[in-house]
């Protein structure tokens, strides 16, 4: 065995990670910010960004309202395939490995919040864009991991380049070998 480390535990790590962070800044949001509330963490940006406890029953921008049996097949799903997808990653593409950990982790803190409080917590909310001038829906640690990973793996499959097998040596490459 190499002394690389697996594809699989690098994927676990950076999920558990996620899962960590986003469950500590969930149950610090759920213990000191009452429901609809705000905090104020940069007093010049206020206009535009506060932290604000809000719930979501749905998907993103509060799309699908009350479907956590569907959100919740759906986050198993995800975890399931990156698992199975996992053993066939090569071990020298860090980058896929820590995307799809970034999705795992995103969809299991999710998860675990529509488990635990039959919703998820969201807190991160930009009040009004500077570019567009319209507030964007409140998200989450897990959001930001999710979509992260998604943007990492949209990047490597745009950019990955199959390496090119060699030619046997004494065939030259311009030749149809037999």
Known sequence: MSGRVKPVWVILGTA???????QLSKRWIERT???YESLVPFPALEEYFTITHFTNTGAAFGLFRDQNILFLAI???VVLSIFVYSRYLPHDKMLV????????????????????????TDFLYFRR???????WPAFNVADMAIVTGV????FFMLTYKEPQ????????????SL
Not at 16 to 22: E, G, I, P, T
Not at 151 to 154: E, F, P, Q, S
Not at 165 to 176: C, K, R, T, W
């Open 16 to 22: 558990a990670a996620v899962v960590l962070l986003d």
């Open 129 to 135: 864009l500077p570019i567009i001038n319209q507030p």
């Open 151 to 154: 943007i990492l793996l949209a």
């Open 75 to 77: 986050a198993a799903v």
């Open 33 to 35: 910010v009452p429901l």
């Open 165 to 176: 097998s060699q030619a046997p040596s004494g065939v030259a490459d311009d030749q149809p």
């Open 97 to 120: 490995q820590i995307a799809l950990g970034l999705q795992l982790g995103g969809a299991m803190g999710n998860m675990i919040d529509r488990v635990r409080l039959g919703h998820v």
